[in-house]
Structures are given as structure tokens and as C-alpha cells.
T-cell receptor, first 108, second 113 residues
Framework: GQNIDQPTEMTATEGAIVQINCTYQ??????LFWYQQHAGEAPTFLSY????GLEEKGRFSSFLSRSKGYSYLLLRELQMKDSASYFC?????????FGSGTRLQVQP | KAGVTQTPRYLIKTRGQQVTLSCSPI?????VSWYQQTPGQGLQFLFE???????NKGNFPGRFSGRQFSNSRSEMNVSTLELGDSALYLC????????????FGSGTRLTVV
């Protein structure tokens, strides 16, 4: 992705909590999105942050700090089905600019 | 309501040929954007259309083009196909480019041989 950084891979245990970090270039910022993509499937929308702070949606939460160009996705009570790739994407002039994705492996 | 529909799902073409991919957005969505997904480069922005006008274009050669019709359906065309064009092509439609997110279609898997 263009100036969007996130870890390549993460491993966590079923039932645990995992935090996926994302840093992005702040110029032209128009919101930060998180998407989940299972292998062979389309990305699905998880969350959107445009103001600083935490947004919670069930087991998933997303945080944004605009001044720091930083976001994270927090997944609680991990389930095996959460094994997927997670992309942060910055909204802006070019619709969505994606990070390279974090492949999350949830182990029993 | 129906989601984003992309056709065809799979396509095999020969180098030098051209290909046209189709995307029908969610009813009421006027923004359609296209992305190329490859293992090495991730998701790369191709272009975005809004009300039949190309709003922005990514860093792809002129062989990649697109258009949007009055019913918001969009097509992208790739001419003079190269082996490196093999990828999953995804389109996404959006109502407001913001809090409702972009909804992706299932993609067209293009293989160039």
C-alpha cells in the first residue's frame, strides 16, 4: 500500500484478544476503514473512523488518532473463523488506498 | 437488497488480447471504484467513477480504462493483455464514500496465458 503500514502476519489463540496496528500518511485523509477478507472471497467492511477515538461493534473495535496517523483494530474473544486477512484503508482523493494487509491466524 | 455483481467470475485470456469486465453496483450507489488485487502488490486502486464521470485514476498504464453508464453500471477494459495483468479485479460501490463503507463484489479472476 501507499504509505500505509501494517504488520504482515499475526498469530493469536482462540478466545484471546488481538490488536492490529496501522499507520498512514495523513495528507488528504478522509476516513480510515478496516476490511476483512477470507481467502478466495471479497473484502467485507468492518469499520470506519473519521474522528479520533474508539468505535465499537460487537467483538470488533477500531481506534483512530488523526494527529498521529494511527489506527488499530481490536478483536476480542477470537474465534477460528476470524482467521483472515485484515486491511486498513485510507479514504481520500483516490477512493480507498489499502495497506498490504495483515494475515491473522487463530490457533486452537 | 442485491449486492455488487461482477461478471464474469473467471476469465482466461491470451497475451495481446483485450478484456472487458462488468460491475453492477448496489441500487442507489453512484460511486464505483475498481481495484486490482495480486499477491505481490496487494489491493491497488485503478479508477473511480461517479455519475458517469471518472473522478480519479490510479497509477496504471493507459491500457486500463473504464466507463460508467447512466444506470451506474461500470465496465473496465484492459487492452493488449500482459502476463502481469493476471489478478483478481474487484469493484466496490459506495453511497457516500464514508461511514457506510465501500461494498465489494466477488471479483473477476483474470488469468492471462
Amino acid at each position: 500500500g501507499q504509505n500505509i503500514d501494517q504488520p504482515t502476519e499475526m498469530t493469536a489463540t482462540e478466545g484471546a484478544i488481538v490488536q492490529i496496528n496501522c499507520t498512514y500518511q495523513t495528507s488528504g485523509f478522509n476516513g480510515l476503514f478496516w476490511y476483512q477478507q477470507h481467502a478466495g472471497e471479497a473484502p467485507t467492511f468492518l469499520s470506519y473512523n473519521v474522528l479520533d477515538g474508539l468505535e465499537e461493534k460487537g467483538r470488533f473495535s477500531s481506534f483512530l488518532s488523526r494527529s498521529k496517523g494511527y489506527s488499530y483494530l481490536l478483536l476480542r474473544e477470537l474465534q477460528m473463523k476470524d482467521s483472515a486477512s485484515y486491511f486498513c484503508a485510507r479514504g481520500g482523493r483516490r477512493a480507498l488506498t489499502f495497506g498490504s494487509g495483515t494475515r491473522l491466524q487463530v490457533q486452537p | 437488497k442485491a449486492g455488487v455483481t461482477q461478471t464474469p467470475r473467471y476469465l482466461i485470456k491470451t497475451r495481446g488480447q483485450q478484456v472487458t469486465l462488468s460491475c453492477s453496483p448496489i441500487s442507489g450507489h453512484r460511486s464505483v471504484s475498481w481495484y486490482q488485487q495480486t499477491p505481490g502488490q496487494g489491493l491497488q486502486f485503478l479508477f473511480e467513477y461517479f455519475s458517469e464521470t471518472q473522478r480519479n485514476k490510479g497509477n496504471f498504464p493507459g491500457r486500463f480504462s473504464g466507463r460508467q453508464f447512466s444506470n451506474s453500471r461500470s465496465e473496465m477494459n484492459v487492452s493488449t493483455l500482459e502476463l502481469g495483468d493476471s489478478a483478481l479485479y474487484l469493484c466496490a460501490s459506495s453511497l457516500d464514500r464514508g461511514k457506510n463503507g465501500y461494498t465489494f463484489g466477488s471479483g473477476t479472476r483474470l488469468t492471462v496465458v
